[in-house]
């Protein structure tokens, strides 16, 4: 089988064998040229627009791109890191409240303890003398020291059973 001659607008090779049985003569500059059949049998070159959609092959399918895909949507990785990032920052500055908010607390409690120092009334400095001097100058009589011991035994056993014995 031999292979067809290239097209060539100046000639072509079936316009020179035999002219087309019936329409207009097409001029070569129209578009692209396919082979159609015609009724009575055999092929004719023929304008593409001039052949129904459906009547015409498929178009090729485009090359694919085969290179390797990411596998997580780049755009999705910035939005994501972007909120865990504000999420992290909400979390430090919480703790960061939170530290402020403990050194207030301590602050106007250790004011307060220091007022209560101040206006404590008795005794303050050497002049105090201790529990000896105490109980010589006591105007209400002698002062006994009275200690008091308690032992408690906790026996605890499996299960989660206890038993307190005083």
Not at 54 to 70: F, G, K
Not at 83 to 101: D, E, F, I, K, Y
Not at 116 to 129: E, F, I, S, T, W
């Amino acid at each position: 089988m031999t292979m067809p001659t290239p097209y060539r607008p100046t000639e072509h090779p079936l316009a020179a064998q035999q002219a087309p049985v019936e329409g207009q003569i097409v001029p070569v500059d129209s578009g692209p040229m396919v082979w159609a059949a015609q009724p009575g049998g055999g092929w004719v070159v023929t304008p593409r627009s001039a052949i129904p959609a459906h009547l015409l092959p498929p178009e090729p399918t485009p090359v694919r791109d085969l290179s390797p895909q990411p596998i997580i949507d780049p755009r999705a990785q910035v939005l994501a890191a972007g909120g865990v990032g504000v999420g992290v920052a909400g979390w430090g500055l919480g703790q960061l409240l939170t530290a402020m908010a403990g050194m207030g607390a301590a602050a106007v409690g250790a004011l307060a303890l220091l007022i209560l120092a101040v206006r404590m009334p008795g005794r303050r400095g050497a002049d105090a003398g201790g529990q000896q001097q105490a109980q010589q100058t006591s105007p209400r009589g002698d002062v006994y020291n009275i200690t008091n011991h308690t032992t408690v035994t906790n026996t605890n056993r499996w299960g989660g059973r206890s038993t307190t014995n005083l």
